[in-house]
C-alpha cells in the first residue's frame, strides 16, 4: 500500500493553468477508474472535487477537470484564483479492496 | 445537510485502546459505505478502514491490521472504530468518511475529525 506520488508543491498566477500528477500502479490508478481528488484548506476538513477520473461533483467549479493516462491520473484547474491555493490530495481503489492517497500537492497561487 | 459527528478522541498511552465514533445524519445511513481517513499532524490523509453498507466487506490499511476493528449500527446511524495496541505513530486527527456508493466508490462528506494522541 505505498501512497501515490504527487509533486510537493505546484503554483501558478492567478488567471492561468495548472496540472497536478498523481502516479500509481496497474494495482490502483492504471488498474480502475476510481480516482478521486479532494482540496483541504489549513485547519479544514477535505472537499471532494473530482470522482470517477474525470466527474465532478455538483457545486464544484468546471475549472476543475481530471483525466487518467496509463498509471497516472491528472487534476487541472484552469483559470486559477487566490481561493484555489489549497492542498489536494488524489486517491485511488486497489486490487488489495482498500483505499490510497497521494501525498499531497500545495497549490500556491502566486 | 450531511452531519457526521467524530467523538472519542483523547490522550492515550502506548499499549493501550480507545473507541471512535461517528454520529451520522442528514442521509440513509444504510445506502453507503463509510470509512475511516487520518492525518498526522502535518502530514497527509491516510485511509485507514472502510465497511460497506451491510458490513460485508471490510477493509484495513496494512498499517492497522490486526490492531484496529471498524462496525457499524445501521440501527443508530453510527460508525465506531475500535483502536487497540495504539502506537506514537497512530496519532492523528481522525475523520469520519462517507463514501457515496453502497460498496466501492470516494469519499463525499467528511466530518472535523476527532484528535487522538498517542503518548506516555
Known amino acids: 500500500q505505498s501512497a501515490l506520488t504527487q509533486p510537493a508543491s505546484v503554483s501558478g498566477s492567478p488567471g492561468q493553468s495548472i496540472t497536478i500528477s498523481c502516479t500509481g500502479t496497474s494495482s490502483d490508478v492504471g488498474g480502475y477508474d476510481y480516482v478521486s481528488w479532494y482540496q483541504q484548506h489549513p485547519g479544514k476538513a477535505p472537499k471532494l472535487m473530482i470522482y470517477?477520473?474525470?466527474k465532478r461533483p455538483s457545486g464544484v467549479s468546471n475549472r476543475f477537470s481530471g483525466s487518467k493516462s496509463g498509471n497516472t491520473a491528472s487534476l487541472t484547474i484552469s483559470g486559477l484564483q487566490a481561493e484555489d491555493e489549497a492542498d489536494y490530495y488524489c486517491?485511488?481503489?486497489?486490487?488489495?479492496?482498500?483505499?490510497?492517497f497521494g501525498g499531497g500537492t500545495k497549490l500556491t497561487v502566486l | 445537510e450531511v452531519q457526521l459527528v467524530e467523538s472519542g478522541g483523547g490522550l492515550v498511552q502506548p499499549g493501550r485502546s480507545l473507541r471512535l465514533s461517528c454520529a451520522a445524519s442528514?442521509?440513509?445511513?444504510?445506502?453507503?459505505?463509510m470509512h475511516w481517513v487520518r492525518q498526522a499532524p502535518g502530514k497527509g490523509l491516510e485511509w485507514v478502514s472502510g465497511i460497506s453498507w451491510n458490513s460485508g466487506r471490510i477493509g484495513y490499511a496494512d498499517s492497522v491490521k490486526g490492531r484496529f476493528t471498524i462496525s457499524r449500527d445501521n440501527a443508530k446511524n453510527s460508525l465506531d472504530l475500535q483502536m487497540s495496541s495504539l502506537r506514537a505513530e497512530d496519532t492523528a486527527l481522525y475523520y469520519c468518511a462517507k463514501d457515496a456508493r453502497y460498496s466501492y466508490g470516494f469519499f463525499d462528506d467528511w466530518g472535523q475529525g476527532t484528535l487522538v494522541t498517542v503518548s506516555s
Open positions: 470517477d477520473v474525470s
Open positions: 486517491s485511488s481503489y486497489t486490487s488489495g479492496s482498500t483505499w490510497v
Open positions: 442528514g442521509f440513509t445511513f444504510d445506502d453507503h459505505a
